[in-house]
């Protein structure tokens, strides 16, 4: 018998605590990029005075958000939702069939209107240092090379970004790892790419700084650039890789909690009912 299409309200009533853990996830990434940076980069913080190096505070806020990441991902909440936290990954994933269109739809506004809320908590506690620059809101605009670098290099770190975690999660020896070289990518782009595009590489992350601070400049780069470059890796990989069963639309392969984001290649139908379909398993 074949399944009823997944409608809007079903989904919402299906599926409504995997949005508000992609809310909360990508909320908790923002406070702790707002809270990191305003330590680091506010002009009157004792940190940004004891550590004088910009190279080296952007490691430490790298750090900071890699290991963010990395506990948001393999946190019991993150194995339920996947943890994307990003409307690009969601929709590459959306392009491979791992996720319903409502449901990819929901996690994008969820995934918005967390990182907005987390920017205006941080705003709320720092108030002018967090909002003043050079913090500003951690808003992404491009650096002093301009716009075409920093579209070029937004593009080429969510490519690289996605074709890895597919690659890792795709793996039966290193699937675990998935999370870490996730982390361990946000930690190098921080550290390198930021000074090129501010590090976008989330639509969601990057309105979330937009909205408060009404800075807009430039902003088709940090919702163009991340999407084309991920949905440009998930259509690669899955050409590259058609004979493998492993794909899988979580950041925690492994996490055998119920869902609606699934593994294995097959693609999934708009479904009405998520608890008739089993993921396929690696073998």
């Not at 079903?10 to 605590?17: C, D, E, K, N, V």
């Not at 670098?149 to 675990?176: G, K, Q």
């Not at 000074?195 to 807009?216: D, E, K, V, Y």
Request: with cysteine; charged share 10%; proline share 5%.
């Amino acid at each position: 018998m074949m399944n009823t299409p997944l409608t809007a309200r079903s989904a919402l009533r299906q599926h409504w605590r995997e949005y508000l853990i992609e809310a909360w996830a990508l909320g908790t990434f923002m406070l702790s990029a707002g809270f990191v940076t305003t330590a680091l980069e506010s002009s009157g913080s004792f940190l940004h005075t004891a550590i004088p190096d910009p190279t080296v505070r952007r490691a430490l806020c790298g750090l900071a958000m890699g290991l963010t990441a990395m506990t948001l991902i393999y946190s019991p909440w993150g194995g339920r939702s996947g943890a994307h936290m990003n409307p690009a990954v969601t929709l590459a994933f959306l392009s491979l069939g791992k996720i319903s269109r409502w449901d990819a739809a929901f996690y994008s506004i969820a995934q918005t209107l967390g990182a907005i809320t987390g920017v205006l908590v941080v705003f709320a506690v720092c108030g002018s240092a967090f909002a003043a620059a050079p913090v500003a809101y951690v808003v992404t605009v491009p650096g002093p090379a301009g716009a075409l670098p920093a579209f070029l290099a937004e593009l080429l770190i969510s490519f690289i970004m996605m074709t890895t975690v597919l690659t890792v999660s795709s793996s039966r020896r290193w699937s675990a790892w998935t999370g870490v070289c996730a982390g361990v990518l946000v930690t190098s782009y921080v550290t390198i790419e930021a000074p090129l595009s501010g590090f976008g590489m989330n639509p969601a992350r990057t309105l979330g700084s937009a909205i408060p601070s009404h800075n807009f400049d430039s902003l088709w780069i940090y919702l163009t650039a991340p999407t084309a470059g991920m949905w440009s890796a998930a259509r690669i990989f899955s050409i590259y890789e058609r004979h493998r069963h492993a794909i899988c639309a979580r950041t925690q392969p492994h996490s055998a909690m119920r869902t609606c984001v699934h593994c294995g290649y097959t693609p999934i139908t708009e479904l009405g009912d998520q608890d008739s379909v089993t993921a396929s398993r690696r073998k």
